[in-house]
């Protein structure tokens, strides 16, 4: 079977429009994207779980009238559950692991005409705002192998980056969308809470603080798949209102003269890296020239305290997961396959108190208040995606101190410890800040007040690494984010920049 060189040229509309007017065949589109995961993936190690077969059998019968009608995609390895095959959550415990059902959002991705080509590599119980689980490896940045394609959706972003599939799925509990999105050079928008769903087992996914929608390299992608799996969910926790019109129409309507706010706030003592600041800066730039106004104005609210009642809320959910496996697979099993954060986490989360958590969960609805009353001023608020450029592979991972902080307090003495509010909170602190020092809490505000974000890729450090940058609009405003992203997409195109991994192997004739 022959190649298709072009493959990597067209976004996921693009290919499908291609199988419908029977330009190429599914099954053709579907092998050149099993021929692109081969070459690549042992490289990246995006790809955890393949399915090429089933993808085969699939693509023999696309339904050419569906949106996405034969186009190949890939899900990311937790909580996006596909009947029959392993979702491994990214820890060696849920290996094997193998749902009996669809989740509700895989079932729409379906009806989308999507065919399903594997799972992407994800951090154990998407925890960390890079993918480096123990049990599956580090996935690594298209753009330079050495810097790592950030969490939790790394393995997505990388697969998308790299030009194996226009775009896959990905969740976002902290930045899990956009943070990778950045890394990679993407577009990452997370939904408003309730938008698209989270069934069947509606457990909220740390208190409606998860997303689920998809990363990709084009717009138009991601406001049309956001039609595809949006909408009304019989048994889920939060509704929306409904969209106006298809959000696919957004694209290409004129957003009108928008009045924008940015800040780069420092946090922690630390201030927004050089490069980051340089994309936003870039971006007003951009964003007058377009005709829009910019004004640098911050929301009330201190970044440290914000953070702090997210990791409470987290951890607590965090503790209820880990309760839960115990009663499944016996504390043993779990303390042997878990990895060591969790193990802590699950230790603190235990000791926390209901009126920890109820307090925290008030301080969300402050801030929501906070950013509803702001956003009656402005249409959005931009600000760094993160508050430095990618990092690289393994700088992330515990040294020898947090490793043996870590195994204290997991340990009879750590719950002595643990005993003493004081000592409990001063432990989150520290656990707050050595997380989110560098990268800074940008990005967690949405999931905090449920609204929607995206990280647009316009600009690129003088290393070769993308720095996106984030605007957050009002709650259900998805349509007003989507114009935006449409008429800077146009304004500064990123689809013609490719990663050094495509060159490199287009160059060794691998493709």
């Known amino acids: 079977m022959t190649s298709f060189p072009d493959y990597d040229q067209y976004d996921g509309i693009g290919l499908a429009k291609l199988v419908k ?17 081969e070459n690549l993936n042992p490289k990246l190690n995006a790809i955890i779980t393949t399915m090429y077969d089933f993808a085969r059998e699939d693509a023999k019968r696309p339904n050419k009238d569906a949106r996405f009608g034969g186009v190949p995609f890939l899900l990311k390895d937790v909580h996006h559950a596909l009947k029959g095959f392993t979702m491994s959550s990214g820890s060696e415990l ?27 590599n994800t951090p154990e119980f998407k925890l960390s705002y890079v993918t480096e689980p123990k049990s599956f490896g580090p996935t690594r940045n298209p753009w330079n192998l050495d810097y790592s394609c950030g969490g939790s959706s790394g393995g997505s972003a990388s697969a998308v980056a790299s030009g194996i599939v226009p775009f896959a ?28 769903p989270i069934g069947p087992d509606f457990d909220e996914e740390w208190d409606g603080m998860s997303h689920s929608h998809v990363v990709s390299r084009s717009v138009r992608d991601s406001a049309a798949i956001l039609d595809a799996v ?7 926790p939060y509704g929306i209102v409904e969209k106006e019109r298809p959000f696919i129409e957004e694209v290409n309507t004129e957003p009108g003269r928008l009045k924008i706010a940015f800040h780069m706030k420092p946090a922690y003592g630390k201030n927004v890296n050089p490069e980051c600041r340089k994309a936003v800066e ?20 201190r970044e440290e305290a914000v953070a702090l009642n997210w990791w409470i809320i987290l951890i607590g959910n965090e503790a209820a997961l880990v309760d839960r496996l115990i009663q499944e697979y016996g504390m043993s099993m779990v303390r042997n396959n878990l990895e060591l954060p969790n193990i802590a986490l699950y230790s603190i989360g235990k000791e926390l108190k209901v009126l920890d958590f109820v307090k925290a969960k008030r301080s969300w609805r402050q801030l929501g ?6 956003l009656n001023t402005y249409d959005m608020v931009l600000t760094p995606t993160l508050g430095e450029p990618p990092v690289a592979v393994g700088s992330q991972q515990p040294n020898n101190k947090d490793r043996f902080s870590m195994k204290l307090i997991s340990s009879f003495v750590g719950k002595l410890i643990l005993s003493s509010r004081n000592r409990t909170y001063s432990i989150l602190e520290e656990l ?3 997380t989110m020092k560098e990268q800074m809490p940008f990005t967690l505000i949405a999931n905090i007040t449920g609204q929607p974000a995206m990280s647009v890729p316009l600009y690129w450090s003088k290393d070769g690494l993308p720095c996106g940058v984030q605007f957050i609009g009002r709650y259900g405003g998805e349509a007003k984010l989507l114009r935006l992203a449409g008429q800077l997409e146009k304004a500064q195109p990123w689809s013609g920049r490719k990663p050094r991994i495509l060159s490199e192997m287009k160059t060794n004739s691998s493709l």
Do not use: W
């Open 282 to 301: 870039q971006t007003c730039t951009l964003l007058e020239n377009l005709g829009h106004v910019v004004e640098e104005a911050a929301p009330d609210y």
């Open 21 to 37: 007017n029977g330009n190429i065949s599914s099954l053709e589109i579907c092998e050149e994207a099993i021929r692109r995961a």
């Open 94 to 120: 849920l290996r094997n692991y193998v749902p009996g059902y669809d989740a509700e959002i895989v079932s729409r991705f379906k009806k989308a005409g999507l065919i399903i080509l594997g799972k992407t």
């Open 432 to 434: 707050t800040q050595n």
């Open 230 to 236: 949006s909408g009304f969910e019989y048994g889920a």
């Open 169 to 196: 799925s990905a969740t976002d509990e902290g930045g899990s969308i956009r943070v990778p999105a950045s890394y990679c050079g993407l577009f990452g928008l997370k939904p408003s809470r309730g938008r698209n």
């Open 369 to 374: 208040v906070v950013m509803d009353r702001m």
